[in-house]
């Protein structure tokens, strides 16, 4: 399958742009490798929400996903220990 259409929340960007270089470059590498494998990918679901999860390194990326649209929501990311207080 083709990647998926990735779609960028303005919360995830805001938090996003503010990550060193190397963070971020990480996280663009596995979020398109997520986009890759859409419906293979050994997806973590959020207990309780309709979310799903993406851990790389000490950041969660919480995102939700479309398979037969091919499109991949992405709504939030932080450090694991801070991301999931709303």
């Known amino acids: ?9 303005r919360e995830f960007d805001a938090i996003f742009f503010k990550l060193p270089d190397a963070v971020r470059k990480r996280i663009v590498a596995d979020i398109r490798n997520l986009g890759q494998r859409l419906e293979s990918f050994p997806h973590s679901r ?11 390194g000490d950041y969660h990326v919480i995102y939700l996903f479309d398979v037969q ?8 990311l932080g ?8």
């Open 69 to 76: 649209r091919n499109e991949l929501f992405l709504s939030t």
């Open 79 to 86: 450090h694991r220990r801070d991301v999931y207080r709303f």
């Open 46 to 56: 959020l207990k309780g929400r309709p979310e799903f999860r993406l851990r790389i």
């Open 1 to 9: 399958m083709n990647q998926a259409t990735e779609i960028y929340s």
